[in-house]
Structure formats: C-alpha cells, structure tokens
C-alpha cells in the first residue's frame, strides 16, 4: 500500500512557473514507477509524465514537452514535477500516482494508487 499526497498547486500567471511535489508514504517507493496526471473541468484525466523506478526513463505528453520536468528523490520517497511557461490550458487538478508495472505508464489504468490531487490555476 502506498500513500500519496500532492502539494505545491496554487494560482499563477501565464509564462509562470510552479514546482508540484508528491510525498509518498512505505518503503518501497523506489520499486514504483511514477507519475502526473491532470484533468480539467469536463474533461477525462491525462497523462502528464512518467519517471522509471530509478529515475533513468522519463515520459511526457506532447503537450507539455519541453515545459515541465519530472524528477524523483527515493531517498526522500519523493516525486516532483516543475512546470515552467504556464499556459492556461495548463489549469487542472494535477494528480500524482504510482505503478507497480511499467508497462502502460501514460495510461490511467497502468496505476495502482492515486494522491487527491492539488489544484494549479493559470490565469492574468
């Protein structure tokens, strides 16, 4: 069993940055796949990006790429995702999740446990 829980959500302009990071709870953070997800009113969650179990593999949507970096501390059983040239299309409920599979990591299915989410606005 994992626990997650998001923070670092708030209100920004566009062209700004935020730093969301993800706290997770257990021992066996470093054997999870992890990732960001968001969903925007109306809308279905969406894959955001992706990191491996040791940080080596990175994934991204396409419309984030080159934006937003994903990174990850096992050591503090952590999982980050600094967003830089806001846009509001960017605003949503960003979620953090975690995988015990590898395998179908830009999917909402491929993951097993998810945080609440936190909430990041973009807007003048």
């Known amino acids: 069993q994992v626990q997650l829980v998001e923070s670092g959500g708030g209100l920004v302009q566009p062209g700004g940055s935020l730093r969301l990071s993800c706290a997770a709870s257990g021992r066996t953070f470093s054997r999870y796949y992890m990732g960001w997800f968001r969903q925007a009113p109306g809308k279905e969650r969406e894959f955001v990006a992706a990191i491996s179990w040791s940080g080596g593999n990175t994934y991204y949507a396409d419309s984030v790429k080159g934006r937003f970096t994903i990174s990850r501390d096992n050591a503090k059983n952590t999982v980050s995702l600094q967003m830089n040239s806001l846009k509001p299309e960017d605003t949503a409920v960003y979620y953090c999740?975690?995988?015990?599979?590898?395998?179908?990591?830009?999917?909402?299915?491929?993951?097993?446990?998810w945080g609440q989410g936190t909430q990041v606005t973009v807007s003048s």
């Open positions: 999740a975690a995988a015990i599979s590898g395998s179908r990591v830009t999917t909402t299915r491929g993951y097993d446990y």
